[in-house]
């Protein structure tokens, strides 16, 4: 693993103090992890609503749609037959 330092204020220094100690991290260090990957999944999720918004239309999603995908879902938790 990787060391990284940086430098804060002393606000942004107690602030991540309390952090740490209000939502049971064991470090400062596990906190910013866990900052890092939030703004991951926030940058992916934003790649793709983005791709989805630029792809080309589909067939609109109905009441029909939904209730073919729940008699699909209940075929496939169907057991095999016996033979």
Do not use: C, W
Request: charged share 25%; no cysteine.
């Amino acid at each position: 693993m990787s060391t990284m330092n940086i430098s804060l204020p002393d606000s942004l220094k107690a602030f991540v103090d309390a952090q740490v100690s209000q939502h049971g991290y064991s470090t400062s260090s596990e906190y910013m992890r866990e900052l890092i990957r939030r703004d991951q999944d926030r940058q992916q999720l934003r790649k793709l609503l983005l791709a989805g918004a630029a792809s080309a239309p589909t067939v609109p999603v109905t009441q029909a749609y939904f209730d073919s995908l729940r008699k699909r879902a209940r075929q496939a938790d169907k057991p095999a037959p016996q033979a």
